[in-house]
């Protein structure tokens, strides 16, 4: 069956770094472009990085734009997603969410599947 588990969130002081992963399989996640989404506590749930299918181009949200880089590996039965992020900030604490689409985009409607979240909180 289709799964996206995320693994990587915890407890980090601010200006530290954490490195999300998400493992998709059943389905050929390896022809869909793929993304990280994050929700914090009483907010609606927000882009914050998208990949092409090849992992050739990435596109970031400005508020993490030159602290985050998302990345991928496509294996043969399972595509690796990773989140590495760094400078942390109290704000970035979040419930991500890795999710897998037809197109890289910023639009969480655009993508199909979806994770269960990885909580990650950012200690001041």
């Known amino acids: 069956q289709v799964q996206l588990v995320e693994s990587g969130g915890g407890l980090v002081q601010a200006g530290g770094s954490l490195r999300l992963s998400c493992a998709a399989s059943?389905?050929?996640?390896?022809?869909?472009?793929m993304g990280w989404f994050r929700q914090a506590p009483g907010k609606e749930r927000e882009f914050v990085a998208a990949i092409t299918w090849s992992g050739g181009i990435a596109y970031y949200a400005d508020s993490v734009k030159g602290r985050f880089t998302i990345s991928r590996n496509n294996a043969k039965n399972t595509v690796y997603l990773y989140l590495q992020m760094n400078s942390l900030k109290p704000e970035d604490a979040a419930v991500y969410y890795c999710?897998?689409?037809?197109?890289?985009?910023?639009?969480?409607?655009?993508?199909?599947?979806w994770g269960q979240g990885t909580q990650v909180t950012v200690s001041s």
């Open positions: 059943g389905r050929t996640f390896s022809s869909y472009a």
């Open positions: 999710a897998a689409g037809e197109r890289p985009l910023s639009s969480r409607q655009e993508y199909d599947y």
